[in-house]
Structures are given as structure tokens and as C-alpha cells.
């Protein structure tokens, strides 16, 4: 099993940033690759972006591209999440996941067996 602890959330003014960590522990985390999805009051939990094990591919739903950044330190075994330009529709709870590799790397929730409990981040207007 891998343990997954998310953090960095919070409250800031449209157009700031935040930059998220999920720190893990367990298994190896190299072994996984990591995503990033979020979930709004009323809404689905939708992927956000996705970093293979290696690091070597990202992937970002279209709505964030351009504007977040994912990335991973193996040796500290933490994925980030560098949100930058935020958006009151950015607002969500946020989550990190670790599946196992594949031939793509995972957009869907369903392929992360392993999930942290979530941080809050909330975009003032």
C-alpha cells in the first residue's frame, strides 16, 4: 500500500498561486505514477494533471494548462502541484493518487487505487 498525504492548500485571491505537495510513504514511489484530480461542492471529481514515475511525461486536463504545473521528486517521494493564474473555478477539494503504470498514463480516477484525504483550496474573487 502507499499512504498518501496531501498539503499547501488555502484560500487566496484570484490570480495568485498555491503550490500543493503529496508526500508518500509505503511502498515505492517510483513504482507509481501520480495524478492529480480535484472535486467541487456539487460537482464530479475530475483529473487535473498526471506525471509518470519517471517524471519524464505530464500530462493536464485542458483547463489548467498552461496554468499548473506537476511535478515529482523521487527522492523525497512527493509529487507537486504548482498552481499559478487561479481561478475562482479552480475551487475545490484537491487529491493526489498513485496508480500503477500503463501504456498511457491514467486520466481516470478509476486507475488510482491509492488516494490522500484532500486539501481545500479556495479562489476568492
Known amino acids: 500500500q502507499v499512504q498518501l498525504v496531501e498539503s499547501g492548500g488555502g484560500l487566496v485571491q484570484a490570480g495568485g498561486s498555491l503550490r500543493l505537495s503529496c508526500a508518500a510513504s509505503?511502498?515505492?514511489?517510483?513504482?507509481?505514477?501520480m495524478g492529480w484530480f480535484r472535486q467541487a461542492p456539487g460537482k464530479e471529481r475530475e483529473f487535473v494533471a498526471a506525471?509518470?514515475?519517471?517524471?519524464?511525461?505530464?500530462y493536464y486536463a485542458d483547463s489548467v494548462k498552461g496554468r499548473f504545473t506537476v511535478s515529482r521528486d523521487n527522492a523525497k517521494n512527493t509529487v507537486y502541484l504548482q498552481m499559478n493564474s487561479l481561478k475562482p473555478e479552480d475551487t475545490a477539494v484537491y487529491y493526489c493518487?498513485?496508480?500503477?503504470?500503463?501504456?498511457?498514463?491514467?486520466?481516470?480516477?478509476?486507475?488510482?487505487?491509492?488516494w490522500g484525504q484532500g486539501t481545500q483550496v479556495t479562489i476568492s474573487s
Open positions: 493518487a498513485a496508480g500503477y503504470p500503463g501504456r498511457t498514463v491514467a486520466v481516470s480516477s478509476s486507475r488510482y487505487p491509492y
Open positions: 506525471i509518470t514515475r519517471s517524471g519524464g511525461r505530464t
Open positions: 509505503g511502498r515505492t514511489f517510483s513504482n507509481y505514477d
